[in-house]
């Protein structure tokens, strides 16, 4: 069983950064693959970077649409994974939410744990 918590989220002008945090608890963190995703109003909820688990060797890929903008990590000794974002833009707004699987995926059906979520308002 595996517990997730997001922080971070807020308001930004276009162009700022955010570093959204996510703790987790459970003796198991490092094996899960740990994902970020968001869901703006009206739309389906979308992948936006993942870093798999200690199996995998922490690989880590992005979404076309934030790569070169955002930058996951993740801290197995404290059980947190984080993202940074820089160069927010309008469309980046969204209800962010970290998430936990047993393997590396992107698809957010195979991801068995989810947190509550967090905002991230970015204004034009």
């Known amino acids: 069983q595996v517990q997730l918590v997001e922080s971070g989220g807020g308001l930004v002008q276009a162009g700022a950064s955010l570093r959204l945090s996510c703790a987790a608890s459970?003796?198991?963190?490092?094996?899960?693959?740990m994902g970020w995703f968001r869901q703006a109003p009206g739309k389906e909820r979308e992948f936006v970077a993942a870093?798999?688990?200690?199996?995998?060797?922490?690989?880590?890929y992005y979404a076309d649409s934030v790569r070169r903008r955002f930058t996951m990590s993740r801290d197995n000794a404290k059980n947190t994974v984080n993202l940074q974002m820089n160069s927010l833009k309008p469309e980046d707004t969204a209800v962010y939410y970290c998430a936990a699987a047993p393997k590396v995926t992107g698809t957010a059906d195979e991801y068995d744990y989810w947190g509550q979520g967090t905002q991230v308002t970015v204004s034009s």
């Open positions: 459970g003796r198991t963190f490092s094996s899960y693959t």
């Open positions: 870093v798999g688990g200690s199996g995998s060797g922490g690989y880590k």
